[in-house]
């Protein structure tokens, strides 16, 4: 069993940075492939970036290639999304996941979600 809680959202002006961090319980954390999904209002929750269980691995959906890094501390057991040069349509719940064996959609955990909102 897997906990995760992200930390880290809040309310940012267009061109503005954030990060998002994820906490996750348990001694297992490295065992995870990890990832950020976001959902904004009225639209279906899409895939974000995901890291593989060493880290030396990322993929991330096109919208935010450039501008987002994913990356993880398996000694801290926390997972990590910067953003950078926000955008109004990076608005959304951004929520992160974990599966032993791949992210998506589908992932056996997770958190809550935390709010990041980009004003114009």
């Known amino acids: 069993q897997v906990q995760l809680v992200e930390s880290g959202g809040g309310l940012v002006q267009a061109g503005g940075s954030l990060r998002l961090s994820c906490a996750a319980s348990?001694?297992?954390?490295?065992?995870?492939?990890m990832g950020w999904f976001r959902q904004a209002p009225g639209k279906e929750r899409e895939f974000v970036a995901r890291?593989?269980?060493?880290?030396?691995?990322?993929a991330y959906v096109d919208s935010v290639k450039g501008r987002f890094t994913i990356s993880r501390d398996n000694a801290k057991n926390t997972v990590y999304l910067q953003m950078n040069s926000l955008k109004p349509e990076d608005t959304a719940v951004y929520y992160c996941a974990a599966d032993s064996q791949a992210v998506n959609r589908y992932a056996d955990y997770w958190g809550q979600g935390t709010q990041v909102t980009v004003s114009s």
């Open positions: 348990g001694r297992t954390f490295s065992r995870y492939y």
């Open positions: 890291i593989s269980r060493s880290g030396d691995g990322t």
